[in-house]
Every structure is written in C-alpha cells, then in structure tokens.
C-alpha cells in the first residue's frame, strides 16, 4: 500500500475528531472498508442500495492506490489509451453524490494496523479511524519467487496494478530493442507476453512456464 495522502480526496469527516469511540454523531454504525477494487465496490453499491431508506450505515474506504476502483479484468487495456478514467467502476462523480457523510474515502492510504480492543485501524497518514464493522477487501497479491535469486532486480515487474504497467511501460520506453520475458502461461501470463508485444519495444518476447503446455489450468495437452 502507498503512503501518501491525496488532496483531492473527499475528507472523512470524523478524521479530526475523537476517535475513541466507534460509530458516528448521526447515530449510524459506521462501516470501514479497507480496500477500494472491485470487490470492495461491488460490496458497497449493494449495502447503501438496501441502507437507503433505513439509513443505518456509514461507509468509510481506505485504498492504497492513487486511483478510484477500476476493471482488473480490463488491465491490458491500459496500453491501448493510457487513460485511467476509462478502466473506472464508477465515474467520479458518483463518489461525491452521497450526502450527509453516508460514503467517504481516502486515496492513497495504507492501513498499518488494526486493533479489534479499541475498535480502530491506524493508516500511513497517521490518521486513526474507528469502526463499528471492519470489512477487509484488500484482494490478492502478485507472488513473487522470493527464493529465486535477482527477483528483485531492476526491470522485474508484477502485473497487478496501474502503477505496475506504468512501470514497466517506462522501463520497456528506456530499454528498446531488449528481450521481454512473461514467467508463467496462464491467463494472466499471456496478456503481459501480449500487451509487451503490442508496446513494440521488445526485441522478441518469450514465455517461460513450468507446466508442459500453455494455459495448463485451462486445457488439456491435446486442446492446447
């Protein structure tokens, strides 16, 4: 998770208050959502829709990255127009449309610890939010092969996020003529092998897989 804090972020509106104890001055249980991707969205369209009349809940979610949730699924894409508002969920207007503090959020916040005692989760920009229900939709990791040496090396890159095809966008525009590698032949594998080939920054563009053919989890040897 990143550290920083965005400015143009819609403040929590308890962010200066105090924050010993959980809930809210209206009286709503307020509900902290870590994690703004496509699940934490997904979940929150579908609380406020059944909340709207009662009007019990207050919903605060804190991302990691600089942008509003976008299509994952969609990722490849990113090469093609380099516009990050095409790949959003929700235009960013319907991040400001709720009123009376029933949705907030923070950008680029990292939550550093959680404390079920007090009920509150610290973040990166030294804030301290209290909860009534935490919700963690923080989704998966890019694993990376600790155990192979120079995993970490300049010019090796996971593909997960926007900020990871900025990168290796960035490195491919520096380094032309050079030989592009994608460890692993799954789905996700043969989008990065596809989207280093349609940057034509590549010299070639190999895929090295451990499995005896391509898209093991998805086709047998004779369908491959």
């Not at 001055?25 to 307020?30: A, E, I, Y």
């Not at 509150?120 to 990376?144: M, Q, R």
Request: net charge negative.
């Amino acid at each position: 998770m990143v550290a920083a804090t965005d400015s143009s972020v819609q403040p929590d509106r308890r962010e200066g208050g105090d924050h010993s104890q959980a809930g809210d001055v209206s009286g709503r249980q307020r509900v902290v959502v870590v994690g703004l991707g496509m699940v934490a969205v997904s979940f929150i369209e579908k609380l406020l829709k059944r909340d709207a009349k009662r009007r019990e809940y207050n919903v605060v979610v804190i991302g990691e990255e600089p942008h509003l949730a976008y299509n994952r699924v969609g990722l490849s894409s990113f090469f093609e127009h380099r516009a990050v508002e095409d790949l959003y969920l929700n235009p960013k207007e319907w991040y400001s449309s709720f009123e009376d503090g029933t949705f907030n959020y923070h950008l680029n916040t990292r939550v550093t610890a959680i404390h079920p005692d007090s009920k509150t989760v610290s973040t990166s920009t030294g804030a301290v939010v209290p909860y009534d229900i935490l919700v963690l939709a923080t989704g998966s990791d890019a694993v990376l092969p600790t155990s192979t040496p120079g995993h970490g090396a300049r010019g090796v890159f996971v593909y997960r996020t926007i900020s990871d095809l900025e990168n290796l966008m960035r490195f491919a525009a520096e380094n032309r003529g050079s030989v592009g590698v994608a460890v692993g032949g799954g789905l996700l594998g043969l989008e990065a092998a596809k989207a280093m080939m349609d940057l034509a920054c590549f010299s070639s563009v190999k895929i090295v897989d451990r499995n005896g053919h391509l898209l093991a989890r998805q086709l047998d040897e004779d369908a491959d």
